[in-house]
């Protein structure tokens, strides 16, 4: 079978620990989430924005689960992410602000459990 990489467009998930660094406030949480949302293996939609492939040759994407979830959004709805919209991949910048502005207003996720520093 063909592997590819999948950058979630549109949103910025703290990172786990890896290259001898260290995990990021609610990086293993972000994880675990991304993971149960679209386990390996599992059958998702990719719907690409202006730009296919990052800088690192990954694919660009909004990923939809089987049951039609958009992990991206609910990742940014939960608060296992923050926005993140880089040039020219905008789509849906303005969805995931709301959603991540809703969840930080609760306190979700990322947004209860670190320092502002560090989200």
């Not at 730009?51 to 979830?69: M, S």
């Not at 959004?73 to 926005?83: D, K, Q, R, S």
């Amino acid at each position: 079978p063909h592997t590819e990489s999948v950058r979630l467009l549109g949103i910025d998930t703290p990172e786990v620990a890896h290259h001898g660094r260290s995990a990021e406030c609610f990086g293993p949480e972000a994880a675990q989430r991304t993971a149960a949302l679209a386990p390996v293996g599992s059958i998702v939609r990719l719907d690409r924005d202006a730009e296919a492939r990052d800088v690192y040759d990954r694919v660009l994407a909004y990923v939809t689960t089987a049951d039609g979830r958009v992990v991206n959004l609910v990742l940014a709805a939960e608060g296992f992410a923050t926005p993140l919209a880089i040039s020219p991949n905008y789509a849906l910048a303005d969805t995931i602000a709301a959603l991540s502005s809703a969840a930080a207003s609760q306190g979700l996720g990322l947004w209860g459990a670190c320092p502002a520093e560090e989200r």
